[in-house]
């Protein structure tokens, strides 16, 4: 499927606010669909048939990841505590497999990338995300 780049961050915005708003409004279920809401956007920013490198398809996929667990993490219902984020952090490293495997899958079927950055987008995909959970961890979360 052919998308062109603005149309592309469109639809990833508007799923983006979809989640964040159910999130919002329908706590359990907002938080439950956090492993399908990523796998979704890794989806359409790697298989979608763009103008974008393969790196900037990684920084974009942990961009819409990241902005999604903070959406969640700060907007979503219910009571603020270290189980919730127990159970956001599970979900969302539940999501980042296929993620992940996606991002490989995208790596090895671009031709049009020399190795350095094929390995560059990988590592930087997971640094990314290593350096959110540090950053993030505990957003949100209320003391009694």
């Not at 920013?45 to 900037?56: V, W, Y």
């Not at 127990?86 to 031709?111: A, S, T």
């Not at 350095?116 to 959970?133: A, E, G, P, R, Y």
Request: with cysteine.
């Amino acid at each position: 499927m052919k998308l062109h780049n603005t149309k592309l961050i469109s639809l990833l915005v508007i799923i983006l606010l979809i989640s964040v708003i159910v999130g919002h409004f329908l706590p359990p279920t907002g938080i439950s669909l956090i492993p399908l809401i990523v796998t979704l956007m890794t989806g359409l920013i790697i298989f979608t048939n763009n103008d974008l490198s393969i790196l900037l398809k990684s920084i974009l996929t942990y961009l819409f990841i990241g902005l999604n667990d903070i959406g969640i993490k700060l907007f979503s219902g219910g009571i603020h505590d270290t189980e919730g984020m127990g159970w956001i952090h599970m979900l969302l490293f539940i999501g980042l497999v296929p993620c992940f495997i996606m991002l490989i899958i995208g790596v090895l079927r671009d031709k049009g990338s020399a190795i350095l950055i094929k390995v560059l987008s990988v590592l930087l995909f997971i640094l990314l995300i290593f350096v959110h959970l540090q950053i993030f961890e505990t957003l949100g979360v209320q003391e009694n």
